[in-house]
Structures are given as structure tokens and as C-alpha cells.
């Protein structure tokens, strides 16, 4: 081959590989985009069809606690019972690893807030509940709580949208109990981590099952685009709030939020820049286990979008670009019934204090 055969063959190659790495991180964007906007990886029932989108009907996988095993030298007791019961304030044997604490005399403020800092480290939601002897009952305790009690529960949660507890968590979890029961005198008995590890996968998956999103778009007329401005003033017409989050909330008579309306584009809504703002379109959310009644959350949202799309001389359409039908619609609804059947039968009912944990 000539010289100039050869350097075009490189120049070639050189060419090839910037397409294909420009269209990887085009790709990576996009995916960025889109994890932002459904907070993980979740269903959208407008885009998937009944037969993918219904929650899967497993059996009810109760998380098991097996004997107490610590991490080496820990100062434990033997727990061969399930532990833990389920109580208003308690930890939560479904959703929650836990340790019992106990100390023979009263445990002061500042060695619960050490506690506390050091249960708080590892990823998950963890927090620590006292024994109120007078009450009867656990207390969760806040990091304003006092001292004074002289048995606790440490613990931290098994799953939530970012995934599953993880051995690194849990074992250092583990160890962070042990040692602050070491330094202070007292004695803790923990669970089986095994045990935790596997209750933390099979929630995960159950979690997967029942996590849906549902999307609708006001998108702009061909060529065109909405101003912030404009997109400010109809949001508020139709009941929406701009908060701090970058994303405008419609919330219910209880101040919860049923949707939201974020831009399609990356840049969130900031009060003080909406002004130079400009949008091809607005995306409206729907969290389907964090609402009690999707279907009403459903219709409203639709009549909603219907009014923004009037109010901005845009459309409403699906993730597929396509119009809004009553019968589709319809569809919907009878699945998102599906799914919350399937959440109250696993013991974790949309909208409830699970729920709400769980899909944070």
C-alpha cells in the first residue's frame, strides 16, 4: 500500500471510532435524562403493553430473621425467633434490619446521638427507636432525641429505589453497632446478616414488580417552543407549585403530591431563570405506589394536561407522540387496579408509611 493509501485508512478508523464515540455519549445523556425523570428505572404503563406492564402475581416473600450471627467478637445473644414486631412506631421486620440494644443502666443523649451519626453512614435509610416503659411502646427517635432509656433498636432499611441493602453496607452496619455497644458497656443481639441480605433482595424485586410511572407530555407545535415564562404562568393557572427540587408539584387537599410537571429537556425550572427559558415540552409524572387512588390521580392528571396543552397552544400525547385516548386511558386504569391490589395483598399499600419509604 502507498503512503497515501495508508494514511486514509487511518484517517478512516479515526473517523469511525469519533462517530461511535460521540454516539455512546449522546447515548449516555439521553439515559441520564431519562433516569432523572423517573427517579430509576421504572415502568411507564403508556408505553408498555397489559402483559408487560401488570405487576407480576408472586407469593408474598416475607423477609425471615434467622439465628443471631455478629461479626467477630461482637458482644451478642442468641435470637433463634423471627424478630421484631411490626408496631406503629417499631422497626419494621419487613422492611427493616434491626438490632436490639440493651444496657443496664439509662444511656445519656450524647452517646445516642453517637449512635445515631454512626448508623447514618452506610447508604440507607437507619434510624433509632427507645423503649417507652411508661407507654409501652418503641419510640423512634429523632436526632433532637433525648437520653434516658435502656434498651434500643438500631435500625436500617432493606431496600428502597436506589436498590437492595448490600453486604459492604450491612457488615459495616453490623460493626458500627458492635463497637459502639463494646465502647459503652452494653450488649446487642443481632440478627442473621445472611439472613438480612437475602430478605434485602427478595423485597428489592418485589418493590420492582409494583414500581410504575406513568407519563404524559405537552409537547410545542412543530418548529416551536414554550417560554418559561409561559410555562410558569399555566402551571399555576392549572394548580401546579414550583419548588425547590426544580420540578413544579400539583398536590391534593393534604398538601401530598399526586404529579408533577418537569421540563423535557435537562435544565430544571429555577424561579430566578425562567425567563430565558425555553422548552420543546413538559413531562407529567404520576408515582403509582406513592398515590392511594391511581386512577383518580390518573384522571386528574389527564384534565390537567388537557388544560396546560389549551393554556400553551401545545398537544397532549404519550411517550410515543401519540394522542391521549379514552379507551387507553380506561386500560390504564384497570392495570394500575391490578397493581395496587397487588401492593395491599403484599402488605405494602400504596400511599401507606411502606410505601412511602420504600419508593423514596
Not at 445523556?29 to 404503563?45: H, T
Not at 427507645?130 to 434516658?148: C, F, I, K, N, V
Not at 409524572?285 to 401545545?314: H, S
Not at 386500560?331 to 397493581?339: D, M
Amino acid at each position: 500500500m502507498s503512503d497515501l493509501q495508508i494514511a486514509l485508512a487511518v484517517l478512516g478508523v479515526v473517523v469511525i471510532g469519533g462517530v461511535y464515540a460521540y454516539n455512546l455519549w449522546q447515548e449516555r445523556k439521553l439515559r441520564q435524562r431519562l433516569e432523572r425523570a423517573f427517579e430509576g428505572q421504572r415502568d411507564d404503563v403508556l408505553l408498555k403493553p397489559a402483559s408487560v406492564v401488570q405487576a407480576a402475581a408472586v407469593p408474598r416473600i416475607e423477609p425471615r430473621i434467622g439465628e443471631g450471627v455478629a461479626p467477630a467478637g461482637a458482644v451478642t445473644t442468641k435470637q433463634a425467633a423471627p424478630a421484631l414486631a411490626v408496631t406503629a412506631d417499631g422497626a419494621d421486620s419487613l422492611i427493616e434490619f434491626a438490632a436490639n440494644i440493651e444496657s443496664v443502666g439509662t444511656i445519656s443523649e450524647s452517646v445516642l446521638h453517637e449512635l445515631q451519626g454512626l448508623i447514618a453512614t452506610f447508604g440507607k435509610p437507619a434510624r433509632v427507636l427507645g423503649w417507652d416503659d411508661g407507654a409501652g411502646a418503641w419510640r423512634s427517635l429523632g436526632r433532637e432525641g433525648h437520653g434516658g432509656f435502656n434498651r434500643l433498636q438500631a435500625a436500617i432499611q432493606l431496600a428502597n429505589r436506589s436498590g437492595p441493602l448490600h453486604a459492604p453496607q450491612l457488615n459495616g452496619f453490623c460493626d458500627a453497632v458492635h463497637g459502639w455497644v463494646e465502647r459503652h458497656g452494653m450488649t446487642a443481639t443481632i440478627p442473621d446478616v445472611a439472613a438480612g441480605l437475602k430478605a434485602a433482595q427478595e423485597l428489592d424485586a418485589l418493590c420492582g414488580d409494583m414500581d410504575v410511572a406513568i407519563g404524559l407530555n405537552v409537547v410545542a407545535q412543530p418548529g416551536d417552543a414554550f417560554s418559561g415564562d409561559q410555562v410558569a404562568g399555566a402551571a399555576t393557572e392549572s394548580g401546579f407549585s414550583l419548588e425547590s427540587d426544580g420540578v413544579f408539584h400539583w398536590r391534593d387537599a393534604d398538601r401530598k403530591t399526586l404529579f408533577t410537571m418537569e421540563n423535557h429537556e435537562s435544565e430544571p425550572f429555577v424561579a430566578d431563570r425562567l425567563e430565558a427559558m425555553q422548552t420543546s415540552g413538559l413531562t407529567l409524572l404520576l408515582d403509582v405506589p406513592k398515590v392511594a387512588d391511581a386512577g383518580v390521580a390518573l384522571d386528574e392528571m389527564a384534565r390537567v394536561g388537557e388544560l396546560l396543552a389549551g393554556n400553551l397552544g401545545g398537544f397532549l400525547v404519550d411517550d410515543n407522540r401519540v394522542a391521549l385516548q379514552a379507551a387507553g386511558v380506561a386500560r390504564i386504569k384497570t392495570q394500575l387496579r391490578e397493581i395496587h391490589d397487588t401492593m395491599a395483598a403484599r402488605g405494602i399499600p400504596a400511599a401507606g408509611s411502606r410505601a412511602q419509604r420504600l419508593f423514596a
